[in-house]
């Protein structure tokens, strides 16, 4: 069993907020796909990085499905739909093995 975790920022470069539709439409997607998602909407994550020197912070959401099989070729696909989606270099999706207790 694979949990597939990844976060998504609630604004663009310009600091401009993501439509609610956008995640939404996320949701549906994973929840369409995968049977359900675990999407944490509400209590934004707070996200702090350096590039070329400058400090950025961004408020972030984590999307989370399991999963039995990693599609490998589907997620970086589906990644880099995200990343134009959300006008994003790059996102960080990471597959972490998982067993249930």
Do not use: C
């Amino acid at each position: 069993m694979y949990l597939i975790q990844f976060l998504l920022p609630l604004r663009d470069n310009e600091r401009r907020p993501f439509p609610r539709a956008d995640f939404e439409r996320v949701r549906a997607e994973l929840t369409e796909r995968f049977g359900g998602v675990t999407a944490f909407l509400q209590a934004p994550a707070s996200g702090v990085w350096k590039d070329a020197g400058e400090t950025t912070h961004d408020e972030l959401v984590l999307f989370e499905v399991m999963t039995d099989a990693l599609d490998r070729a589907w997620w970086k696909g589906y990644r880099a739909e995200l990343e134009r989606r959300f006008r994003q270099e790059a996102l960080v999706v990471r597959a972490l093995e998982s067993e249930h207790l």
